[in-house]
């Protein structure tokens, strides 16, 4: 069963533009991950969000966690081409799935010089 | 600190044989976690270790097994590989079990 949806699926834009990338959910997470994935490579944690209605700024990329805890969504303002990469967003709950991450099938994001 | 070490980055297998895969945590995280990668299916959970005991085991055949040492090391083993099984075995260790987990590079199975 897939927990979390990404959308878009795919993203390909040009150098300078901004752009969001969301992560929804019916189930309510104790904390959310987001990470990025280079070919080949394994991915590479950005930011662990925890508290409902959290915003995290990363340089240009802003990360922000639901109130409700069940969705995030991942802004990236003034896009480069080193940017990237695939996006994945992961969930982590207290209850009986204890230490597991449920991910997202994530969204490739292409930017353009 | 070093990160996460996977071994061996590259592995070619025909059908039927089996592999054991090796995973080094960052030091001091005790928890590993192992995840099967497919461009059809994404991230995949196998299965996740604490203190050399599995406490949480995703939805994979017996095929698919593994376990801790004392020192967090952890390997997980492919018996009677089957096609569908190439794929990138990601490995991912956590101070403990509700903590950040950061991943290795991987190891890129192909099975022929």
């Known amino acids: 069963t897939q927990l979390l949806e990404q959308s878009p699926q795919f993203l390909s834009i040009q150098e300078g533009e901004n752009l969001t990338v969301y992560c929804n959910s019916s189930?309510?997470?104790?904390?959310l991950q987001w990470y990025r994935q280079e070919p080949g490579e394994g991915p590479v944690l950005l930011v662990t969000?925890?508290?409902?209605?959290e915003v995290k700024k990363l340089k240009r990329l802003t990360f922000q966690f639901g109130d409700a805890r069940k969705d995030s969504s991942l802004h990236i303002t003034a896009a480069q081409p080193g940017d990237t990469g695939l996006y994945l967003c992961?969930?982590?709950?207290?209850?009986?799935?204890?230490?597991?991450?449920?991910f997202g099938r994530g969204t490739q994001l292409t930017v353009w010089p | 600190k070093a990160g996460v070490t996977q071994t061996p980055r590259y592995l070619i297998k025909t059908r039927g044989q089996q592999v054991t895969l090796s995973c080094s945590p960052i030091?001091?995280?005790?928890?590993v976690s192992w995840y099967q990668q497919t461009p059809g299916q994404g991230l995949q959970f196998l299965f996740e270790?604490?203190?050399?005991?599995?406490?949480n085991k995703g939805n994979f055949p017996g095929r698919f097994s593994g376990r801790q040492f004392s020192n967090s090391r952890s390997e997980m083993n492919v018996s009677t590989l089957e096609l569908g099984d190439s794929a990138l075995y990601l490995c991912?260790?956590?101070?403990?079990?509700?903590?950040?987990?950061?991943f290795g590079p991987g190891t890129r199975l192909l099975v022929l």
């Open positions: 991912a260790s956590s101070l403990s079990v509700l903590e950040t987990q950061y």
């Open positions: 189930s309510v997470f104790s904390s």
């Open positions: 969000v925890v508290t409902g209605g």
């Open positions: 992961a969930g982590a709950d207290r209850g009986s799935t204890l230490g597991r991450l449920y």
């Open positions: 030091s001091g995280h005790r928890s």
């Open positions: 270790y604490f203190s050399e005991t599995q406490r």
